[in-house]
């Protein structure tokens, strides 16, 4: 199983990214679908995530501004960001886990927000 990101970029304050991930192969029964973020220099957090259910939780510094959603059918999760700032600028994670227990992630895709 492979999660394959895409949308990363450099853009300027204020404007907006859609990030992807697309999972390859055969992935069963996903519980959960989200978005990490990983500075330079600084620990690896959790940007977004979205339940089986459909329910969502953000971190306090993207809400409002962010908005994560998956396609079922695709097995795919993606992240639209607005208003970016330059305190996103960082390496964009996707993460999958299955019921069973199974974890997944991308590889990365760099997001840098500067003038």
């Known amino acids: 199983v492979q999660l394959v990101e895409s949308g990363g970029g450099l853009v300027t304050p204020g404007g907006s990214l859609g990030l992807s991930c697309v999972a390859s192969?055969?992935?069963?029964?996903?519980?959960?679908m989200a978005w990490y973020r990983q500075a330079p220099g600084k620990q690896r957090e959790l940007v977004a995530r979205?339940?089986?259910?459909?329910?969502?939780n953000y971190a306090d510094s993207v809400k409002g501004r962010f908005t994560i959603a998956k396609d079922k059918s695709k097995t795919a999760v993606y992240l639209q960001m607005n208003s970016l700032t330059p305190e996103d600028t960082a390496k964009y994670y996707c993460?999958?886990?299955?019921?069973?227990?199974?974890?997944?992630w991308g590889q990365g895709t760099q997001v840098t927000v500067s003038s």
């Open positions: 192969g055969s992935v069963f029964s996903i519980n959960t």
């Open positions: 993460n999958m886990n299955t019921f069973s227990g199974n974890g997944y």
């Open positions: 979205i339940s089986s259910l459909g329910s969502t």
